[in-house]
């Protein structure tokens, strides 16, 4: 990969959002070893949270899709931050972890999680296949659909 990720996201038709600020005690990522840890990151729309509410009720299998992938949109706004946009830095994507508030009898979280899967391996190719954990939780911050954060491997 020798473009910019911010370009990679521009060819999807998409655009790269500024990376969220934390809004508690925590950090956007951490380096260890040859890993980079992201934090969750929700559906965000001009700063703000979008897609409110669980699946199965007031949000439909395709918005929830949606909110995933602009979910992902900042997990890349946050991996191009801690790379300083140097796509030769990742080696690839390890885990990605998907969250998503769901009614009782909701069944359909790996479909959901397909929205963030699927920009993170358009944006990253190869290097986007991952492993994942699609899970159904009750409620999420500030009432929104989806959360995801996501485990990196980078060159020594």
Not at 3 to 28: K, W
Not at 62 to 90: F, I
């Amino acid at each position: 990969m020798t473009d910019s990720l911010a370009q990679r996201v521009q060819q999807l038709g998409l655009t790269l959002p500024t990376p969220s600020q934390p809004i508690a005690n925590y950090v956007n990522h951490v380096v260890s070893q040859n890993q980079l840890f992201i934090s969750g990151q929700i559906p965000l729309l001009d700063g703000k949270p979008t897609f409110i509410g669980r699946l199965g009720e007031a949000i439909s299998e395709e918005e929830g899709a949606n909110a995933a992938e602009l979910a992902a949109l900042g997990l890349l706004a946050q991996l191009s931050n801690a790379l300083g946009d140097d796509l030769n830095k990742l080696v690839r994507l390890i885990r990605l972890g998907v969250f998503i508030a769901s009614a009782g009898d909701f069944k359909s979280q790996g479909l959901v999680a397909n929205g963030a899967s699927n920009l993170l391996v358009n944006a990253l190719g190869e290097k986007g296949r991952h492993v994942r954990t699609a899970v159904g939780v009750s409620s999420l911050p500030g009432g929104v659909a989806v959360e995801i954060d996501a485990i990196f491997e980078l060159k020594p």
